[in-house]
């Protein structure tokens, strides 16, 4: 289990841990200041998104010059086809070059770019890695389904996270909830007009920050709840992934 936490001097006895409810021993216990992320930067820019696409530009390209190596990032677009349009070390102005040649248009194939990001950032060796997805939630044109994409996300340990521009009321806040909160991440709803640069700096905060608790199970087939609270730190909000799926 992963957890984040901006307050980074936590120990072990601070945490409880609790697999379908039933208290565990914490076996392994790590924290890390500087974690190395891959990050792919998911862009809807299918029909829906035509009022969205400006705000959206300019959160990537502020998050972008927050990022540097080792970390890496990827920029990709999904409408009606899912493309990659920008990859580190690729310059700044290349990045400024694809986001004004973006047109909104046609369907959304949302769950077809996600299987593609999380197959992208699993290819890096380094250790954090998540998908920041711009989008209003809704797919109406994968080959993907809803559950085949759960259980990758549940599988591969990539952290999503969903910045929803605009009114919440056009958002399908089922879709991107549950996977945000299956994966450990996170869903930021932003008003038109409001500075997204502050989420998005959250996000590389929670990205670089981690603690890591583990403990053993025996072999348990099926899908298990997981829990994690630090008792006697009532001002903290723990954030981690919703449960696994057992082999």
């Not at 565990?24 to 696409?53: P, R, Y």
């Not at 890695?129 to 809704?138: M, N, R, Y």
Request: proline share 4%; hydrophobic share 35%.
């Amino acid at each position: 289990s992963d957890v984040c936490s901006s307050d980074l001097d936590l120990r072990r006895d601070d945490f409880a841990l609790y697999d379908d409810d039933q208290p565990k021993k914490i076996d392994i216990f790590e924290k890390d200041g500087d974690v190395h992320s891959a990050i792919a930067v998911l862009l809807d820019i299918s029909g829906s998104m035509v009022d969205i696409i400006p705000y959206m530009n300019r959160g990537v390209k502020e998050l972008a010059k927050t990022i540097s190596s080792p970390d890496e990032y990827s920029v990709i677009t999904f409408g009606t086809n899912v493309r990659l349009v920008h990859r580190s070390p690729q310059t700044q102005q290349h990045l400024d070059t694809v986001l004004q040649d973006l047109k909104p248009w046609g369907t959304s194939v949302l769950f077809d770019a996600m299987v593609y990001g999380m197959d992208r950032v699993k290819m890096s060796a380094n250790e954090r890695k998540a998908l920041i997805i711009f989008t209003d939630g809704a797919d109406n044109g994968s080959k993907e389904e809803f559950n085949r994409v759960l259980r990758d996300a549940q599988l591969s340990g990539v952290v999503l996270y969903f910045v929803a521009i605009g009114s919440p009321v056009l958002v399908d806040k089922h879709t991107v909830e549950t996977f945000a909160s299956n994966s450990g991440g996170r869903v930021f709803y932003v008003p038109k007009g409001e500075a997204i640069g502050p989420y998005l700096e959250k996000i590389r905060t929670e990205l670089a920050r981690q603690y890591y608790l583990g403990y053993y199970v025996s072999k348990r087939p099926g899908y298990h709840r997981l829990r994690v609270e630090v008792p006697n730190r009532s001002n903290l909000k723990v954030h981690t992934r919703a449960g696994y799926l057992g082999q």
